[in-house]
């Protein structure tokens, strides 16, 4: 489809930068739901075993939870155990939120979608980098981006970066 309903045209204009090198040939999906929330990049130092990435991801889920009544954490499968031990007291753990590896956010759709370690999704790949465009097209709403590791080539912030706002 060259035309999406569900997506504002913020997030998808940022999630088609990474079509060019993951599906050459596909034509980039347009919004008719012009402008929305700009996406979110959390850049977090990297320094330990994930615990930086993870705190983070357990702090912006709290704070989408008091605003939005669906959220979608997608995670690549080796940091799922530290991201769910961070995800543990978050209401609606669970419930409001659910915790998915990336091929499972296929056909799925949430208010709010928080991916975590986007290189770690395209893991230098087309393949992983088509799983990284359907994970960041999942959100209706709000789309936030965790990350430690450099972002894939594509993949820029066209919105706030709130390690930056956290450092002002």
Do not use: C, W
């Amino acid at each position: 489809l060259d035309l999406g309903y569900r997506v504002p045209a913020s997030i998808m204009d940022m999630a088609n930068g990474l079509l060019a090198e993951a599906a050459p040939d596909v034509t980039p999906t347009r919004s008719v739901r012009p402008g929305g929330r700009a996406p979110t990049f959390a850049a977090v130092d990297a320094g330990g075993p994930d615990a930086p990435v993870a705190d983070e991801v357990g702090r912006v889920t709290v704070a989408l939870a008091a605003a939005y009544a669906s959220i979608a954490v997608i995670v690549p499968p080796p940091l799922r155990g530290p991201v769910a031990a961070a995800l543990a007291g978050v209401p609606g753990e669970g419930s409001q939120v659910t915790l998915l590896d990336p091929p499972e956010a296929k056909g799925l759709e949430f208010d709010a979608v928080v991916v975590v370690e986007p290189a770690a999704i395209a893991g230098g790949t087309p393949r992983g980098l088509r799983l990284l465009y359907v994970a960041l097209t999942r959100a209706v709403q709000e789309l936030v981006v965790v990350h430690a590791d450099p972002l894939p080539p594509g993949l820029r912030p066209m919105g706030p970066l709130r390690g930056a706002e956290r450092a002002a």
